[in-house]
Every structure is written in C-alpha cells, then in structure tokens.
C-alpha cells in the first residue's frame, strides 16, 4: 500500500539546562537515560530538567502509539512479499518472471487509460503473445500462498516485486518496488502489446502510446539480456545485450548467431535516435542499470490502481 506520510518525533536535549529545548525531527531516537543515580533535592535544576524528560518520554509513548509508522509498515509488508519470491526464484525461472511484468503492464494504453499493471494477467493466459507464462504464474501461485498466509498480496504486487527480484537475483540493479496495487476482475484488451516483428519506428510509436521515451523503451528492452535470446549469458543481468546488438552476429550466414535477438531487437540498432542509447549502455553499465531501474519503477506503476489509505 502507498502509506500516508509517517509521524516522528525526537526529543533534542543541548544541554543538562532548564532552558532545553524540544523539538520534532523526521526520526525518532531513544531519549536519554532520566535517572543519574544520586540524590537532589526538590529545587534542582538538574532534578526539574530529569522530571521533564521523563513526562516528555512518557507522553511520546501515548503519542506514537496513536500515530501510523507508515513507512516501517510498508517495509514490514515488501520484505514479507520479497522472502515469500525468493523462496520460489531461481536464475533459471528469472526470465519467465520477468517476462511476465512486461507482459502485465504491456497492455497500457495512455489515450484510454486502460490496461497497465493490474495483475490481469492470469486471464490472459491463452493468448499466443503469452505462450509459456502459465509456468511463471505457477511458480508465483505457490509464493502467493505463502505471502497470503500472513498479509494479502494483490497479483499485480507479486508480479511487480517479483520481476525486481528476478533482476537482483540475476546480478542487475536493486529496484524497489510500492505495494498497495489493486487486481483487475478481467482481462485487458487484447492487441496492445508491442508485436516482435515491429520496426523501430513503429515500436518507438508503440512506446509513446504508453507514455514512454525512445531512452525508456531501449533501457527496458535490456530485460533481454536475460534468458534465451542469445545475449549473453542467460541468467547475466548486464550491459552485453547492447554489446552484441553493436555486433549485429544476425548478419552471419547460418549458424545459430543468426538466431539470435527477436527482429524487433535488431531494429533498434538500425535507427539512429535508438542506436546512440545502445551505445551510451554498451559503454556504460552503471548508467544502463540507474536506467532501466527507473524505467521499470515507472513501468509497473503505469495504468495501476491504487489502494486507498
């Protein structure tokens, strides 16, 4: 869920003086020790400064336990969602995964507002772009019983959070990911995924359709580094997809380089607003990594529907 902004307090102590001052700081932090273990008497000002602190102390315990510790919350709730991927993931079930959050958020229309990373997915299961993505819901139907167990997770959730974690787990940046999405009834319109043998222009089209940039659209199609395309090594999160695309081996006669990438892969490397992004991350990993991981935020935050606090 999307927290409301978290309450905190710390109690800010300058000096053993009647005059300290209070105030409110964004943490909160244990409150000096009220007892110096020597006697005072009623007078002291050391003793009235201690008697504050413990009133104060004991006020903030009324306090916070009315205010909503949002944020520890919501990491509470990630990390139950995280434990409950990771302990179904693997390198080999990665791509799958990840597949799927394309696949889920993929059908996002920015002039109907419809589609986006609403979970709705499971009903689309028959369709021949989602070939094989039965066997990434199963491996995910056994961590969402797990994870539903102790908190519900929506689908679109788990999805979300498991492709993040099928990057991490592969060797690619840390992304994380908001909770509180909420899951269609229904399937998304059908048609609105970008087709495998688009040119560049057309996919470039296709992208904007969904509120995303040539930059956005070419630091996603690094997801391909992963799995059987042929960039690389399969279960290797990294920058050799744009490598390899630079290489163009498809141009080789016969062999199984000429199999490699989709023709919409080999596109990008033909168009030359595309081609300057493929260079910039062939020679740039880091800059590809803070990339993608804000491409993909945006990504499964598109079209979704959020709980309300």
Same mark, same amino acid.
């Given at each position: ?24 700081? =964004? ?10 273990? =020597?006697?005072?008497?009623? @007078? ?14 004991? +006020? ?7 205010? $909503? ?5 919501? *990491? &509470?709730?990630?990390?139950?969602? !995280? ?5 179904? /993931? ?9 597949? /799927? ?13 419809? #589609? ?23 491996? /995910? ?29 592969? #060797? ?6 908001? *909770? ?7 399937? @998304?319109?059908?048609?609105?995924? $970008? ?12 992208? !904007? ?5 040539? !930059?956005? +659209?070419?630091? *996603? ?16 999160? @990294?920058?050799? %997809? %744009?490598?390899?695309? *630079?290489? &163009? ?5 016969? #062999? +199984?380089?000429?199999?490699?990438? /989709? ?21 740039? !990993? ?24």
């Amino acid at each position: 869920m999307w927290a409301p902004t978290c309450w905190t307090v710390t109690c800010s102590v300058a000096s053993p003086s009647p005059r300290s001052d209070v105030s409110s700081k =964004r943490r909160f932090l244990p409150h000096a020790a009220c007892s110096s273990g =020597r006697s005072r008497s009623n @007078d002291d000002p050391y003793l009235s400064y201690e008697r504050r602190s413990l009133v104060l102390s004991t +006020m903030l315990s009324l306090v916070l336990a009315h205010v $909503p510790i949002a944020n520890a919350l919501e *990491l &509470k709730e990630v990390s139950v969602v !995280q434990n409950g991927v990771r302990s179904v /993931l693997s390198k080999a079930k990665a791509a799958g995964i990840l597949r /799927l959050v394309f696949h889920d958020a993929g059908t996002f229309d920015l002039n109907s507002k419809s #589609g986006g990373m609403n979970g709705s997915i499971i009903y689309e299961l028959d369709r021949p772009e989602n070939a094989g993505l039965s066997k990434s819901v199963k491996v /995910l139907e056994k961590a969402k019983r797990e994870i539903d167990s102790i908190q519900e997770v929506s689908w679109a959730d788990l999805i979300a959070v498991a492709g993040a974690e099928a990057v991490s787990l592969c #060797g690619g940046p840390t992304i994380p990911v908001r *909770l509180g999405r909420l899951d269609s009834s229904a399937p @998304d319109a059908e048609g609105k995924l $970008p087709e495998e043998k688009l040119d560049a222009i057309a996919l470039k089209r296709c992208f !904007q359709n969904k509120g995303f940039s040539t !930059q956005e +659209m070419v630091a *996603l199609s690094g997801a391909h580094s992963i799995g059987n395309k042929g960039f690389g090594n399969p279960f290797q999160f @990294d920058n050799s %997809y %744009y490598s390899i695309l *630079l290489e &163009k081996p498809w141009t080789s006669s016969g #062999g +199984m380089s000429s199999m490699i990438g /989709l023709p919409s892969d080999r596109a990008l490397v033909e168009d030359d607003e595309c081609l300057r992004w493929i260079k910039t991350y062939a020679g740039d !990993q880091i800059k590809f990594f803070e990339d993608f991981k804000n491409a993909y935020i945006k990504l499964v935050n598109t079209g979704a529907s959020w709980e309300v606090s």
